[in-house]
């Protein structure tokens, strides 16, 4: 029984372990790793056939030099052009492989990074919403303080009391001169006073203290949502302009409902087929049409890791807020449910922000080697 339930501990600390550990499918890394790897061994591969090909051309211009009959040489010289035909084929090869490589793991980096975009999205709508900010903030809407009016109401003094409109009633500050006002011309006993204010001590003291910070917490998750669906626009302009060269129609997130990824990598062959027969001016401009989306993917990511550090840095300031009230300790059981659970959330976004949304690691060498397929240490 003790293993079983050794087991069981082990399991769930693995699972939540697991829960935000980066994978091929979820982490950019990953791909970008992949990608160096396959480009470096793509030129490993063709730079010993194009060595040996500099060889052969080598010694054809070493019997050139000693050739005596014009035969010799018109074969010698048909011989090294040959070979120098093949070198430019093999050249556009090793292009058209990088290329390929570069297309398809970009494509797969967009499919990772929009997942990540949308669940952000998620994530912000989930957080506390204005609604529940304004519930934990504004002491009108506790029991205990609504207690507290009704009975200073039904004590206060007729002549000199008044009562305050719809709108001024919800305003905080008002509301509690009011009661307060009302509370000391009032019937009220010295003894039921100090009562009363014991059971809204805790609350009072919260909403005011906390009040403009609760509010700095909505109006900046406000803020980074608006910049999540900049983001999300932005991803799927990316997507649009990046599969327009293979000749791929259909929306970023219509492919992504439609799980239609290898209709575009369909379109991906197709296109390396017909730039494989294309010569001069045309094959040039369908190269560079393939290439261009590459660095739009990379200025993308930049973006993406600005936001996903910018986001990172706002949650830290949000929790360094919550854990700012200096009575909690005091005032626990008072305090209201939603703002433990705003506190739970943040610590849990933060943890997400780390791990789950990470930025990608684009530094120089790895730029260089995603834009052109070269390593400086080679």
Known sequence: MKTFLTLSIYLLLFAKTMAFSPTAETNPNVIMEALISEIKAINKKYEKILDDKTVQINKIDAALAIAVSTEQKVDLLVEKDLIKREITVLQTEVTSEISKIRYLKGLQIIKILYEKVLSLDHHFASVRTLNEINKMSNPNQYPEYEKLKELVSAKKDKKTAFDLT?????????????????????????????????????????????????????????????????????????????????????????????????????????????????????????????????????????????????????????????????????????????????????????????????????????????????????
């Open 166 to 378: 719809s709108v001024l009633g919800t305003n905080t500050i008002v509301s509690l001169v009011q009661t307060f006002t009302s509370m000391t011309t009032s019937s009220m006993s010295k003894d039921e006073k100090e009562k009363e204010l014991g059971n809204v001590a805790c609350i009072l003291d919260f909403t005011l203290r906390m009040q403009n910070d609760l509010n700095t917490i909505y109006f900046e998750t406000a803020f980074l949502q608006k910049s999540n669906a900049k983001m999300k626009e932005d991803i799927e302009t990316l997507f649009k302009d990046y599969t327009k060269p293979i000749g791929y129609t259909s929306t970023l997130e219509n492919c992504r409902s439609n799980d239609d990824w290898e209709n575009v990598t369909l379109k991906m062959e197709e296109y390396l087929t017909k730039l494989k027969t294309t010569t001069g001016t045309a094959q040039y401009k369908m190269q560079v049409n393939l290439e261009f989306p590459i660095d739009r993917l990379l200025q993308f990511i930049i973006q993406y890791n600005n936001f996903i550090d910018q986001g990172g840095k706002f949650y830290e300031k949000f929790k360094i807020i919550l854990n700012s009230y200096e009575n909690e300790k005091q005032c626990e059981s008072k305090l209201p449910l939603e703002y433990k659970k705003l506190k739970s959330d943040i610590d849990v976004a933060i943890d997400k922000f780390n791990i789950a949304y990470k930025p990608v690691e684009v530094n120089g060498t790895k730029m260089k080697e995603i834009l052109y397929g070269l390593n400086e240490f080679d």
